[in-house]
Every structure is written in C-alpha cells, then in structure tokens.
C-alpha cells in the first residue's frame, strides 16, 4: 500500500540521520527534504510540507541533536506531532445523538463516493442503534436514486426520493419533514455531484442546505485525486458550511495525503474513511494511528 511506502520512505531517512557521525544542518536539512520528497508523493500538499519543514527546522534544536540523544526519536517525534497538527482542526466534528433528530447533509463531486458513503454512514450508525433514513436530492444524476433505493433497501434503512420531481431542493425538504415525523434520529441527504467543480453544483447545494439547515455538512472526497485535494475542498467550503470530511477508496491505489489537505482546506476533521465498496467497509479516522502508520 502506498501508505506503507511513505512509511517505508520517512524511516529510511530518519535512519540515514541517525546513523550520520556528526549532525549538522546540512544532514538535518537532507532528512527534511528526504521527508518532504516521501509527504510529496504521497500528495500532501507543497504548502503544507514547506511550512512543516519550517516548522520542524524550529523545533528540533541542532545543539540537542549534537549532544548525543537520540536523533531519530526527537526528528520522529516533530515529524510525528506536524503531521497530527495539520489533521487535528482543533474543534470535533458534530455528533448525532440518539432520539434526538439530526440532518447530516452530504457533498462532493461525482464519483467521490458519496451515494454509497450514505449508506455507510447511515448503516454504520444503525448498528450503534440509531434510526437513519436516507434522502436522495439527487435530480442530476440518472439512476441516482435507484442506486441510493438498491443501497438502502439492502440495508434496511427506509429512503424518500422521486423519479418525476426535478427540484433538489423540494425533495430535501420534503424528505427531511418525512422522516422527522416518523422520528428518525438521524436524516442524510445525499445532494447531487457534477464532473466538476461548477457555479450549477455549488448553488444547489447552497439552497439544499439554506433549505434543510442540516447540523452536519460533510464533504465526501475520493483519496486518489491527489494534489488537487486542498483546491476542491476549498471550494466546497467556501459554498456550504462543511463541518467534517470523509475520504473514500483508501484501500486500492490510496495515498493518504489527501486527507491532510481536505482538513487543512475545510478546518474540519476527517471522521471516517472508506475501504471498500461494501456497506461495511467504513473505518473511523484517528488521526495518530493514521500518522503512525503513516510514519511506519
Ligand atoms: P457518487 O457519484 O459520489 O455518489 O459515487 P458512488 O457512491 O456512486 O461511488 C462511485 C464508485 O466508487 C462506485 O463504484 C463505488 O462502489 C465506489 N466506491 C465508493 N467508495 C469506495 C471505497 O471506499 N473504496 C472503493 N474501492 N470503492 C468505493
């Protein structure tokens, strides 16, 4: 797995380090770039690796390095604690509580995942002894709402949706006043996606959400789409208010620095990750296992 090579790469520099007789600046700074190189490959983004790399220059005392502790540890620890930092946002994400109603509003391009990260989620929670339903204000897309009836019928999650009505926002209301009277404690709207990031996209999901006030808007955001991670976060941030990430298809080709830039965009938490295309394929996110392993 990709994650296991960034490891793999960030301890064989650390090693190097240590096992250098004398370290100056000039190893330190090879150990950081050997680490920015690994952090860059694994698509995190340039800025936050430059500024971690700065970071850690300040931290890490070439005097401490010289008087003989251990290197390796002090150098895994900074690396350790940036990266945490860039994933923690500082504030956690909202939490639906039982028997209490929640609206929990999804978003993301097509493709992300986001139709069946629904199902995850509203499963997940089921097995915790929730009642979840599921909405599909997806009028975009063709089939969308079979696909989301196919999931939640699987699942045994009851679902509202239409083939005829075309107005997004309708159909969210709709669904939402639906499921608080058959007191459902936790309502997910799934909204449309589009290819790209686009005004039309963008605009519906603000009236989606002016319309449903949802507590939770989570962003949805496939791990392979790389350095291009920060960008379309942002954008999704700046039109709705996200609140936590989720990235999908973390098994397979994934590269794990996505994620650093999605919370770094958003200023929310990843709270889960998606590991397969089955329902229970759904992990919650911890940010310092994530980094350990990371770290390898
Ligand atoms: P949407 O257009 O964003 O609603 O995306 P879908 O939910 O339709 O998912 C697109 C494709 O990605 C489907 O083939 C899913 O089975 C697949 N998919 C979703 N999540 C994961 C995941 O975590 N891992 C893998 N391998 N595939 C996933």
Redesign the pocket.
């Known amino acids: 797995m990709v994650l296991a090579q960034l490891g793999g790469s960030i301890s064989r520099a650390l090693q190097q380090m240590s096992n250098a007789t004398i370290i100056d600046e000039k190893v330190l700074n090879d150990c950081l770039n050997e680490i920015t190189r690994a952090l860059l490959q694994s698509d995190v983004q340039f800025k936050l690796v430059r500024d971690m790399q700065t970071n850690i220059k300040k931290i890490v005392n070439l005097d401490d390095l010289a008087a003989g502790h251990n290197k390796r540890k002090i150098i895994q620890q900074a690396v350790f604690n940036e990266l945490c930092k860039i994933l923690d946002p500082g504030k956690p994400a909202f939490t639906p509580k039982k028997g209490k109603t929640s609206v929990v509003m999804f978003v993301?391009?097509?493709?992300?995942?986001?139709?069946?990260?629904?199902t995850?989620y509203a499963y997940y929670h089921q097995k915790k002894g929730y009642k979840p339903a599921l909405v599909c204000a997806?009028t975009f897309?063709a089939g969308?709402f079979d696909?989301l009836k196919q999931n939640a019928t699987k699942a045994k999650i009851p679902f509202y949706g239409s083939y005829t009505e075309s107005d997004p926002v309708r159909i969210a209301v709709e669904g939402v006043e639906r499921f608080k009277k058959e007191n459902c404690d936790l309502i997910i709207v799934?909204t449309s996606?589009r290819h790209k990031q686009e005004a039309a996209l963008f605009e519906e999901m603000r009236q989606v959400s002016e319309a449903t006030k949802p507590d939770l808007v989570l962003f949805?955001m496939?791990s392979s789409i790389g350095q291009a991670a920060f960008d379309q976060a942002q954008a999704f941030k700046q039109s709705v208010p996200v609140g936590a990430v989720i990235v999908?298809?973390?098994?397979?080709h994934a590269k794990g620095g996505g994620a650093l830039s999605a919370v770094a965009a958003t200023k929310s938490p990843v709270i889960f990750?998606?590991?397969?295309?089955h329902m229970d394929?759904?992990e919650i996110f911890d940010v310092k296992p994530f980094v350990s392993r990371l770290l390898g």
């Open positions: 993301g391009l097509q493709g992300s995942g986001k139709t069946t990260t629904c995850k997806d897309r969308a696909q799934d996606g949805v496939d999908t298809k973390m098994d397979g990750i998606g590991t397969g295309e394929e759904f």
